[in-house]
């Protein structure tokens, strides 16, 4: 597996969840995230990537909705609510570092 993270075949369907524990502490509050994400998938604009926190919040942050229009892969994308650039307009693949396309409210 990469060093950060699980490797995972998603199977085809209409949604898959994929839990990665953190080591945040109950009660904090999130004001910036940063997520490094390889995916290989042959048509990008079919993906909605969200983070979801857990119970009882269970707040979405989407960071990745539809984008790159036929193109495939995210290839060590970051997502960094301080990036300068998101990924609107942009063609895939994807490297490199975007805004997710949700702001995150503290």
Do not use: C, K, W
Not at 71 to 93: E, H, R, W, Y
């Amino acid at each position: 597996p990469p060093p950060n993270g699980p490797l995972v075949n998603v199977p085809r369907m209409n949604a898959f969840a994929l839990n990665v524990p953190t080591n945040l502490p109950s009660g904090q509050v999130v004001g910036d995230i940063l997520v490094d994400l390889t995916l290989t998938h042959p048509r990008l604009q079919d993906l909605r990537i969200e983070l979801e926190a857990p119970a009882p919040d269970g707040r979405r942050v989407v960071l990745f909705d539809r984008r790159g229009g036929t193109g495939d892969n995210l290839n060590n994308t970051v997502f960094d609510t301080n990036a300068g650039i998101g990924l609107v307009n942009q063609s895939a693949p994807f490297s490199g570092v975007y805004r997710p396309d949700d702001t995150v409210v503290a």
